[in-house]
């Protein structure tokens, strides 16, 4: 995960580099040819269908940062302390726990006030981890307090905030409730395969999906399904 949702960036460069980072995910296949259309009729296959005749970058792929772009938060995907730890920024302190097989998080919500809230997506994995919560209407929001999942010798192992130096309140967009940390709008394209926003105009509400929830081999190549089906032919 070389950058995170909501990092220090300053405000003035926030809608400049926001529109960057579209452009480059928006189109991993290209634009402006003739094979623009063929790729445009292809359809997702996922990633098995790859496996046949790639599985050594298959076995590659499995582990890397680009496979634990995303998971849904579970014993083996949440990096971070969840047994009854705390951190305090600005004088609102959060608390990360556990009951039963949810990970939970107190912290400040859009009101002001400290809530409950459920993990349930992670974010990237190294250095360090971010936490999704489902909000209404379809949205999920990224938690402006991550895990440093360095080891402890090199400083990690602990909780941050991506504002250290500034109070990012409720009334504020960058706070994590807001709309420049909701997934769907942000970073989403990048870290999933096949992601459809789906936003309405009318409500304001998200219908998000996507065919593989990491960044698997059609997020590069592209829509796969007449690629497999001339390997088939060939064969």
């Given at each position: 995960?070389?950058?995170?949702?909501?990092?220090?960036?300053?405000?003035?460069?926030?809608?400049?580099?926001?529109?960057?980072?579209?452009?480059?995910?928006?189109?991993?296949?290209?634009?402006?040819?003739?094979?623009s259309d063929?790729?445009?009729?292809?359809?997702?296959?996922?990633?098995?269908?790859c496996?046949?005749?790639?599985?050594?970058?298959?076995?590659l792929?499995?582990?890397s940062?680009?496979?634990?772009a995303?998971?849904?938060?579970?014993?083996?995907?949440?990096l971070?302390?969840?047994?009854?730890s705390?951190?305090t920024?600005?004088?609102?302190?959060?608390?990360f726990?556990?009951?039963?097989?949810?990970?939970?998080?107190?912290t400040?919500?859009?009101?002001?006030e400290i809530?409950?809230?459920?993990?349930?997506?992670?974010?990237?994995?190294?250095?360090?981890q971010q936490?999704?919560?489902r909000?209404?209407?379809?949205?999920?929001?990224?938690?402006?307090?991550?895990?440093?999942?360095?080891?402890?010798?090199e400083?990690?192992?602990?909780?941050?905030?991506l504002?250290?130096?500034?109070?990012?309140?409720?009334?504020?967009?960058?706070h994590?409730?807001?709309?420049?940390?909701?997934?769907n709008h942000?970073?989403?394209?990048?870290?999933?395969?096949?992601?459809?926003k789906?936003?309405s105009?009318?409500d304001?509400?998200?219908?998000?999906?996507?065919?593989?929830?990491?960044?698997?081999?059609?997020?590069?190549?592209?829509?796969?399904?007449e690629?497999?089906?001339w390997a088939?032919?060939?064969?």
């Amino acid at each position: 995960n070389d950058h995170a949702m909501g990092g220090r960036t300053p405000r003035s460069a926030f809608g400049l580099i926001l529109g960057l980072g579209l452009l480059s995910c928006n189109d991993p296949v290209g634009t402006g040819t003739g094979d623009s259309d063929r790729v445009i009729s292809a359809a997702y296959v996922g990633r098995e269908a790859c496996a046949p005749c790639h599985k050594e970058e298959l076995d590659l792929w499995h582990g890397s940062h680009h496979d634990l772009a995303m998971q849904p938060a579970t014993q083996e995907t949440v990096l971070g302390d969840f047994q009854d730890s705390w951190f305090t920024h600005f004088g609102i302190t959060s608390t990360f726990y556990r009951r039963d097989a949810k990970y939970l998080v107190q912290t400040e919500a859009q009101n002001g006030e400290i809530q409950e809230f459920e993990i349930t997506h992670t974010f990237g994995v190294e250095p360090l981890q971010q936490y999704l919560v489902r909000f209404p209407q379809g949205r999920f929001q990224a938690l402006g307090i991550c895990w440093d999942t360095r080891p402890a010798e090199e400083g990690g192992q602990r909780w941050f905030a991506l504002y250290p130096d500034e109070r990012i309140g409720p009334d504020d967009p960058l706070h994590w409730t807001g709309v420049y940390q909701t997934w769907n709008h942000q970073c989403a394209e990048c870290h999933s395969t096949n992601l459809k926003k789906r936003y309405s105009r009318k409500d304001g509400s998200y219908e998000t999906t996507w065919s593989e929830i990491d960044v698997s081999c059609e997020a590069c190549h592209g829509p796969a399904s007449e690629h497999v089906a001339w390997a088939q032919r060939s064969g």
